[in-house]
């Protein structure tokens, strides 16, 4: 079912598509009919699974694997993208992780950086890639994915995933600035408690329970309801949305 008729053979990159908020927004993408771009680092069958996914329902997609923490795989994973669709028209910067928690006297400068690089350098390297023949094309979409630990300071141990995910939000700001004047629309998307192997990895059952006794909704979310919100900011229903970050968090953060 198309939502969004507008994305039809519109050209998406979507890094980090390889399982949780990823893969369904490159699900949800596709089947709008955009031509996607599934990007993994080491989860292969993640991101085959995704496409397989996209395929089986009629859509189109192709899985490229690159380090988008590295300019060389920002570049690659673009320049495979036009060769194999065309042009980007959106792209939906995703890739991100906590790594690991640590506290303040186990957070080792290398892990520091390895988390900075993978949720903000990211983004940044993988803006430069597209930005220009977006300029010169006078449009396209970008989406960042940031945190609520961005907005609140995190759970005990993420003090790096905190700030690379308000990084994020401030990168966010100023290249919708700098870009909107070429026809290029930049915004955020703020998830909070999701079900994806980002909990299912770093926060235990009573870490769980917690957090949602702090939601007004009474429970955690789930991927599709982020990758829902994703696709809106994608489409022309968005239009004049520009710099914006959108909480997704069942009430738990209200701003």
């Known amino acids: 079912m198309q939502i969004y008729p507008d994305l039809k053979d519109r050209v998406v990159i979507v890094t980090g598509a390889s399982s949780g908020i990823g893969g369904a927004t490159a699900r949800i993408l596709a089947g709008s009919g955009a031509k996607v771009v599934a990007n993994y680092l080491r989860n292969e069958k993640g991101a085959r699974e995704t496409v397989q996914a996209i395929q089986a329902a009629g859509g189109i997609a192709v899985p490229v694997q690159a380090d988008v923490s590295q300019g060389t ?33 186990d957070l080792t400068e290398e892990r520091w950086d390895d988390v900075m690089n993978l949720n903000v350098k990211s983004a940044y390297l993988c803006t430069r890639a597209v930005a220009k023949s977006m300029i ?19 759970g005990l141990g993420a003090a790096h995933y905190a700030a690379a995910k308000g990084a994020v939000i ?34 235990t059952p009573d870490m769980i329970k917690a957090f949602v006794a702090t939601i007004p909704m009474g429970r955690v979310g789930t991927a599709p309801e982020v990758a829902n919100v994703i696709a809106f900011l994608c489409s022309e229903a968005s239009s004049y949305l520009c710099g914006e970050t959108i909480e997704i968090n069942g009430g738990q953060l209200m701003l």
């Open 73 to 105: 795989g920002c570049r690659t994973l673009v320049a495979t993208a036009e060769k194999e669709f065309g042009p980007v028209d959106v792209l939906i910067n995703n890739a991100g992780s906590l790594v690991e928690r640590l506290r303040i006297l």
């Open 136 to 154: 010169e094309r006078k449009r396209g979409t970008i989406v960042n994915l940031s945190s609520i630990a961005g907005r609140n300071g995190g």
């Open 170 to 203: 401030e990168f966010s700001k100023n290249m919708a600035k700098e870009l909107a004047p070429h026809g290029i629309r930049v915004n955020c998307v703020s998830p909070g408690v999701i079900d994806t192997q980002y909990h299912q990895r770093f926060s």
